[in-house]
């Protein structure tokens, strides 16, 4: 079975994250998993922080030789901004006097309910844990979760498709959201240019103004199988781990597969997939002219690709901060802040790969089983076998 965790504080020593349940024998790639990590970094919008941080995984266990052991693998990131914090931040008790305290919570952020929950009497140790910084941890361990699916041939990928009033018109291809993947340099990870450009001049402008932005990014997965996940039980539908994986992103508000939405507010006719039998391509012959359903029916893949939107709020920390309350006299004043980004959609969508990719992995383990590669393959080849008998 797999599972994970995470550990760690924006500001604290580092980030660690664990997964345990991966078969033995995969090869580990670093550059493959320190790019994933970088490309969590980019995107326009992003704060000061990310001038100081170059993330990497520092793998601890699990992984011997260049191949994952079926033991718990353990990944450590370094925060690099620790440096500055360890006085104000120590694990030890430290010095009262140079504890930085968030005086007043900011609407939108975990502040007020997460002091209130744990008793604390300002908002400091809530924004450590709740801030977004704890998503690279996810992409380290989403990471290895790519390169098992890769080894099905299976990949995911994410691209921006609104940033705060600009949204992409067109549909947009696999292969179109796959060469975003070679770029160098990421301003909103959208795939059609002039869009981009406008989506630049909007976060442009609430740079100006000291606002922050929002968006939607679409995370798509490629090749899947049909039969992962079930319509058995409630918890093992495939649409409803996918949707809990990417609403547990920090600023996710809401999850939407393949056309959801827009299908709840059109007839069956519009909104079906019609089934044919004319592939040469895929698993089995069955073809669809369209993907309205997001690769799932039933809370099984279908086959088609795996269409996961994310619709994120902006960001809470605004540098005009809203009106809140003194969490020490109780008297009316500003939202506290904190240097911030203001814009993360394509970051977000990384992060929600990474999330779909340890979605997808733990399924098909749960249907392909296997303690070692070579019994997972052999098992998935089987399989696939059946697939093409059918
Ligand atoms: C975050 C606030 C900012 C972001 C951070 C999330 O950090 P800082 O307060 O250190 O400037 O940069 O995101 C990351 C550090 C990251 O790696 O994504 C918040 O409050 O959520």
Redesign the pocket.
């Given at each position: 079975m797999l599972r994970y965790f995470t550990a760690g504080e924006?500001?604290g020593e580092a980030l660690v994250a664990f997964l345990s349940g991966l078969p033995a024998g995969l090869k580990v790639d670093q550059p493959f998993i320190d790019r994933e990590l970088w490309r969590?970094?980019q995107g326009y919008g992003?704060?000061?922080?990310?001038k100081i941080?170059r993330d990497s995984a520092h793998i601890l266990s699990g992984v011997h030789h260049g191949k994952t052991i079926g033991s718990p693998i353990a990944v450590q990131l370094e925060n690099r901004?620790w440096k500055n914090w360890q006085e104000s931040l120590p694990v030890s008790e430290g010095d009262p006097a140079k504890h930085k305290r968030v005086a007043s919570p900011r609407p939108g952020h975990a502040d007020l309910a997460g002091a209130l929950k744990y008793n604390f009497s300002e908002a400091r140790y809530v924004?450590e844990r709740?801030?977004?910084?704890e998503?690279?941890a996810r992409v380290a361990i989403g990471a290895l979760a790519k390169l098992f699916l890769r080894e099905l041939g299976i990949e995911v990928l994410s691209h921006v498709i609104t940033t705060g009033s600009v949204t992409v018109q067109t549909e947009i291809s696999w292969d179109q959201i796959r060469s975003l993947y070679d770029h160098e340099e990421v301003l909103l990870n959208c795939a059609d240019p002039e869009a981009e450009q406008r989506m630049k001049e909007e976060v442009d402008k609430v740079l100006k103004t000291g606002d922050s932005l929002g968006g939607v990014f679409e995370v798509v997965a490629h090749q899947v199988p049909p039969g992962l996940g079930t319509y058995a039980q409630w918890d093992e539908r495939l649409d409803a781990l996918l949707a809990a994986a990417v609403m547990s992103l920090?600023a996710v508000k809401a999850v939407e597969i393949g056309s959801g939405v827009a299908a709840a507010f059109s007839p069956g006719s519009k909104v079906h997939d019609e089934i044919g039998y004319t592939s040469t391509s895929g698993f089995t012959a069955f073809s669809r002219a369209r993907n309205n359903a997001g690769g799932i029916e039933g809370g099984v893949s279908n086959g088609e690709e795996i269409r996961v939107r994310g619709y994120l709020k902006p960001i809470s920390?605004l540098r005009r901060p809203l009106q809140s309350v003194d969490f020490a006299t109780r008297e009316p004043v500003k939202a506290a802040y904190?240097?911030?980004?203001v814009c993360?959609v394509p970051?977000a969508g990384v992060a929600a790969e990474s999330m779909v990719a340890l979605t997808l992995a733990r399924c098909a383990l749960e249907k392909f089983g296997g303690d070692s590669m070579t019994e997972s393959l052999r098992n998935f080849e089987g399989y696939r076998q059946q697939l093409k008998n059918y």
């Open positions: 924006s500001h969590r970094q992003r704060g000061g922080r990310m941080e901004d924004l709740a801030s977004a910084r998503s690279a920090q920390t904190e240097r911030s980004d993360v970051a």
